[in-house]
T-cell receptor
Framework: QKEVEQNSGPLSVPEGAIASLNCTYS??????FFWYRQYSGKSPELIMFIYSNGDKEDGRFTAQLNKASQYVSLLIRDSQPSDSATYLC???????????FGRGTSLIVHP | DAGITQSPRHKVTETGTPVTLRCHQT?????MYWYRQDPGHGLRLIHYSYGVKDTDKGEVSDGYSVSRSKTEDFLLTLESATSSQTSVYFC???????????FGPGTRLTVL
C-alpha cells in the first residue's frame, strides 16, 4: 500500500523565520509531488508541484525533491502569520491520476 | 477553484436515511473525485470518475455509491447514512495534464 508520511506537528516558528515541512513516501515509482495548503474550515489549495530531483522555487516557497531518499520538503521563507495552516503532501505514481495524501502538518507562525 | 461547486454545503440527517451530495464543475475536466476528511485521517478517497459513466472505488468506498451521467456532475450517495459517515466531504477535479487538483468548498455532513 502506498503511504505518504508527514509529521502532524504543530510546527511553531516565529514570524520571519524559515519553516521546513517534510514528507516521505513509500512508492519508488512515484512521479509527481504536490504541496497543498489548507486553512481551517477551508478546502485544500495547491501551492507547489515538483517532478524532478532538486529544488523548485516560487516566491517565498521552495519545494525540494530527493527521489533516492524518497523525500520531499517544502521551505517557506520569511514566514508570516498568514502562513499558519495545515500543509498536505500528495504523491502520484507514474501514469496515475490518483494522488495519495499525507495527513498534513500543522504550521503555526507566531508574531 | 476551477469552477467547482458542491451542494448542499451543510446537512444534518438521521441514521438510516439516504443522502446525495452533488459536485458540479464548469471546466470540462475528465477526472473527478470524492474525498472525506476526518481529524487524524487526512483526506481519504471514496470514489473517483475518469469519464461519463466510468467510475471506480477508492480506499473507503463501503457505504457509498457514485454516478456520473454528465461530464460536469458527479454525485455521491450514502444509501443509508450512519454516524461513522459524519465528515467533511470534498469534491475535486484534476487538469488534463494532471498537474493541478482543484477542490470544491466542501460539504459538512452530520449524521445523528
Amino acid at each position: 500500500q502506498k503511504e505518504v508520511e508527514q509529521n502532524s506537528g504543530p510546527l511553531s516558528v516565529p514570524e520571519g523565520a524559515i519553516a521546513s515541512l517534510n514528507c516521505t513516501y513509500s512508492d519508488r515509482g512515484s512521479q509527481s509531488f504536490f504541496w497543498y495548503r489548507q486553512y481551517s474550515g477551508k478546502s485544500p489549495e495547491l501551492i507547489m508541484f515538483i517532478y524532478s530531483n532538486g529544488d523548485k522555487e516560487d516566491g517565498r516557497f521552495t519545494a525540494q525533491l530527493n527521489k533516492a531518499s524518497q523525500y520531499v520538503s517544502l521551505l517557506i521563507r520569511d514566514s508570516q502569520p498568514s502562513d499558519s495552516a495545515t500543509y498536505l503532501c500528495a504523491v502520484i505514481g507514474g501514469g496515475s491520476y490518483i494522488p495519495t495524501f499525507g495527513r498534513g502538518t500543522s504550521l503555526i507562525v507566531h508574531p | 477553484d476551477a469552477g467547482i461547486t458542491q451542494s448542499p454545503r451543510h446537512k444534518v440527517t438521521e441514521t438510516g436515511t439516504p443522502v446525495t451530495l452533488r459536485c458540479h464543475q464548469t471546466e470540462n475536466h475528465r477526472y473527478m473525485y470524492w474525498y472525506r476528511q476526518d481529524p487524524g485521517h487526512g483526506l481519504r478517497l471514496i470514489h473517483y470518475s475518469y469519464g461519463v459513466k466510468d467510475t471506480d472505488k477508492g480506499e473507503v468506498s463501503d457505504g457509498y455509491s457514485v454516478s456520473r451521467s454528465k461530464t460536469e456532475d458527479f454525485l455521491l450517495t450514502l444509501e443509508s447514512a450512519t454516524s461513522s459517515q459524519t465528515s467533511v466531504y470534498f469534491c475535486a477535479t484534476v487538469t488534463g495534464s494532471g498537474n493541478e487538483q482543484f477542490f470544491g468548498p466542501g460539504t459538512r455532513l452530520t449524521v445523528l
